[in-house]
């Protein structure tokens, strides 16, 4: 079964950082896209940044220049680096990933990604 636990989220001023992490387990995929995604109140989810095994990296209009997603292999952890962060970054953010797929067969949207962490949240004030 596979688990996934996020963490690092919490409460910055606009400008700040934060950096993400998703701790993986209980799946052996030898080719997957694990991706980050956000909601914010009211609002539906979306994707924010993908990166399969063949390391290839997507990120959503929003994120590009202020977010970096990476993975640590050998710690079966995904993690984002968030910086310059704004106000309407604030929302829970999610990792998820698709097993025996890469990031360039799967849209960034949810509906493509079947396990899901339980989320962190991320509140930013301006």
């Known amino acids: 079964q596979v688990q996934l636990v996020e963490s690092g989220g919490g409460s910055v001023q606009a400008g700040g950082s934060l950096r993400l992490s998703c701790a993986a387990s209980g799946y052996t995929y030898s080719r997957y896209c694990m991706g980050w995604f956000r909601q914010a109140p009211g609002k539906e989810r979306e994707g924010v940044a993908t990166i399969d095994s063949d390391g290839r990296l997507s990120y959503a209009d929003s994120a590009k220049g202020r977010f970096t997603i990476s993975q640590d292999n050998a710690k079966n952890t995904l993690y984002l680096q968030m910086n310059n962060l704004k106000p309407e970054d604030t929302a829970m953010y999610y990792c998820?990933?698709?097993?025996?797929?890469?990031?360039?067969?799967?849209?960034?949207?949810?509906?493509?990604?079947?396990?899901w962490g339980q989320g962190t949240q991320v509140t930013v004030s301006s």
């Open positions: 998820a990933v698709r097993g025996l797929s890469s990031c360039k067969l799967t849209p960034m949207f949810p509906s493509f990604f079947g396990d």
